[in-house]
């Protein structure tokens, strides 16, 4: 008997009654129920994760910035949560969500805390903290609504984060053009106070030269208050021969009113001199305390921190004593100097009357007498006061070569300060409104992603059908020689017919796994929707697959019987853990990474994958070879059982067997 009669004669066991035929239907369609109705349930779960309810919580009660601006972070989390649709999102309190949680109405909770916007802009004073999302679930409830938990405020972080990185960016470079903008005042400022700093400088100098002039006068002005003094000691001393000389008195009289006049018109010049050099002293006092008033602000302005512009203050206020001094000196001396005028005009008044009353002097000889003596007492008064002015005209004097040296220190840094702010304003960032936008962007999210995948499984489902595909073979298999005999003793009659019977027990199984690898093929591929990169050769793949798990079960049920179906279940039990059909194999621990290089279905899903998604398919002739050589190996182990069956039968009817 030939394999192909063996096959069709099982086939027609079989089919040769209506159960029997029904039954055959439900094990064709075996597989394709469990691959098609799997792969349908879960062909793309997180498309339907709007259903999924989830509760978020808002207990931020925000803070306000350095700038005045309120900061309410908590409500943008929730807004944005909610406008996103991904999840049946609801914003609800703390109690409701807690009870929700726990009665099985929200997948899970995400609380926004009361201090989640204060911990986001802790930064700005320097005490930084980390701004914490709670996410609470119930495991009870479905233990991958944790993981999806997880994902979602992965993502809020990631949102959150890059926005405070944006802001922060922002507000980074705004602040760069601010200084810039600052910087650009400082050094116009500077200019400013440069050429101030130089009139100041100019000014000085000539108040210098001035207060020179000034202590040379007040010499000349006291060499003539000495000779004024004593010739009004003489004067006093001469009245006493007065009375005998009234004959040469009028003209006396007239020289000494010539005399006076000279000497008034002197102290006059030097009065008109000694004023305007006071005149000088006060508007420069006037103006430094003009320039003190303006100073702190234009400093500030030009971008000073409060420290340096103390410094310069302390500074201009110690350049500044001298100067006051020597102005109070300058304006004292002026008095006496006009003092001074004033009574040489009167001198030279009396002494025009003297002359005009030359006859009538020689009855107020006596008077002039007194009035003599008085002027020898205002002399030395004069000559004490001209000292007295001699001296705080050198004081002045000094006074202006320190203000003139300081006022050069001012101008000279001054300039270098307008030079380096100006070179300064230069090396600072000045970037446009488009370029900060664009920048803080690339701050707020510095990495992106390109994803480029070799092969690509369209969907959740697509990544899950090579290996359910392999399992509903294995399983399609398993149901099938339920009813199926591995041999058919009856026809093993001699030696010669071992293999027919061995291969003709596994062919008719074998065509009916071709006809469950192509029903389960086309449900998957046009009932479920999946797309496959190979269709035609993943349908010849899987009838490979069919063949070869038929071969191994058949020959492990003709070698050992029921026992070889209870080995078939365990076989299966351990290639669903160690294939590699959801995770990568090689996170298995290291037995199941030992049995997945030797099992079957791990060429069998390895393949599929390759055909399905369009991978290189580098691998795919050691998938198939290992396929071939299970399948080998297993008809070979199913011949040994059928000699061993006829062994056996010829041993019970006692012929001879033949070698």
Do not use: C
């Not at 000349?220 to 004593?230: F, M, T, V």
């Not at 349908?539 to 038929?550: G, T």
């Amino acid at each position: 008997m030939t394999a192909l009669r063996v096959a069709l004669t099982e086939l027609r066991r079989l089919t040769d009654t209506t159960f029997a035929k029904v039954a055959l239907v439900a094990m064709l369609v075996v597989p394709s129920l469990y691959a098609g109705l799997y792969l349908y349930a879960n062909k793309d779960p997180y498309a339907n994760l709007d259903g999924l309810p989830a509760a978020v919580v808002v207990e931020d009660r925000g803070t306000t910035l350095a700038d005045g601006e309120k900061l309410q972070v908590g409500d943008e989390v929730a807004s944005t949560l909610l406008k996103a649709h991904d999840l049946d999102w609801r914003e609800v309190d703390a109690a409701q969500a807690k009870r929700g949680l726990a009665e099985g109405d929200y997948a899970f909770v995400l609380t926004v805390p009361a201090t989640f916007s204060e911990d986001l802009a802790s930064s700005a004073d320097f005490t930084p903290r980390r701004a914490m999302l709670e996410v609470e679930t119930n495991d009870a409830t479905n233990y991958l609504a944790g993981t999806i938990a997880e994902r979602v405020v992965d993502q809020v972080q990631v949102s959150v984060a890059g926005q405070v990185s944006r802001t922060a960016a922002s507000e980074m470079l705004g602040g760069l053009s601010t200084i810039h903008a600052q910087i650009t005042e400082a050094a116009t400022g500077s200019t400013q106070l440069a050429t101030v700093a130089h009139d100041a400088h100019a000014g000085a100098t000539k108040l210098r030269s001035g207060s020179n002039e000034l202590a040379a006068g007040q010499e000349d002005l006291a060499a003539g208050a000495a000779q004024l003094a004593s010739g009004a000691g003489e004067l006093s001393s001469g009245l006493a021969t007065l009375d005998t000389k009234t004959n040469a008195l009028p003209g006396q009289t007239t020289k000494l009113a010539e005399g006076a006049k000279q000497v008034a018109d002197g102290n006059a010049k030097v009065a008109a001199a000694g004023q305007r050099a006071a005149t000088a002293g006060t508007k420069l006092t006037s103006d430094l305390d003009a320039f003190d008033k303006t100073l702190p602000s234009r400093l500030t302005t030009a971008g000073l921190t409060d420290e340096q512009i103390q410094a310069v203050l302390a500074e201009t206020a110690r350049l500044r004593t001298p100067i006051s001094e020597a102005n109070g000196t300058l304006q004292s001396t002026s008095k006496d100097l006009t003092t001074l005028s004033n009574g040489a005009n009167q001198v030279a008044t009396g002494a025009a009357q003297l002359a005009s009353a030359s006859t009538e002097l020689e009855t107020a000889i006596d008077t002039a007498a007194a009035g003599s003596k008085k002027l020898a007492t205002g002399a030395e008064g004069l000559d004490t006061g001209q000292q007295k002015a001699l001296g705080g005209a050198n004081k002045l004097a000094v006074g202006a070569v320190t203000l003139d040296d300081g006022l050069a220190k001012l101008d000279t840094g001054a300039a270098k300060l307008s030079t380096s702010l100006a070179k300064g304003v230069k090396q600072i960032p000045n970037p446009t409104a488009d370029q900060r936008k664009a920048v803080a962007q690339t701050i707020g999210a510095p990495v992106g992603i390109t994803s480029e995948a070799i092969a690509k499984a369209g969907s959740y489902g697509a990544g899950l059908a090579p290996f359910f595909l392999s399992l509903a073979l294995w399983i399609g298999g398993f149901t099938l020689f339920t009813r199926a005999r591995p041999l058919v003793e009856e026809a093993i009659t001699t030696r010669w017919a071992v293999i027919p019977v061995a291969f003709g027990g596994w062919l008719a199984p074998a065509v009916i796994g071709v006809g469950q690898a192509v029903l389960t093929w086309g449900i998957v591929r046009f009932a479920v929707g999946i797309d496959l990169a190979h269709p035609w050769w993943m349908l010849a793949f899987m009838i490979l697959v069919s063949m070869s798990f038929m071969a191994i079960i058949h020959g492990l049920m003709a070698r050992l019987g029921d026992s070889g179906q209870f080995i078939a279940l365990i076989l299966m039990v351990l290639q669903l853990v160690s294939a590699g059909g959801t995770f990568p194999w090689e996170t298995l621990p290291g037995p199941l990474q030992a049995l997945h290089h030797v099992l079957p279905m791990s060429y069998a899903v390895d393949g599929l994958r390759a055909l399905a998604y369009g991978g290189p398919g580098l691998h795919l002739g050691v998938d198939v070879a290992v396929l071939l050589a299970w399948g080998g190996g297993a008809l070979l182990l199913s011949t040994a059982a059928a000699r061993r069956v006829h062994l056996r039968l010829r041993v019970a009817t006692s012929e001879p067997v033949t070698a």
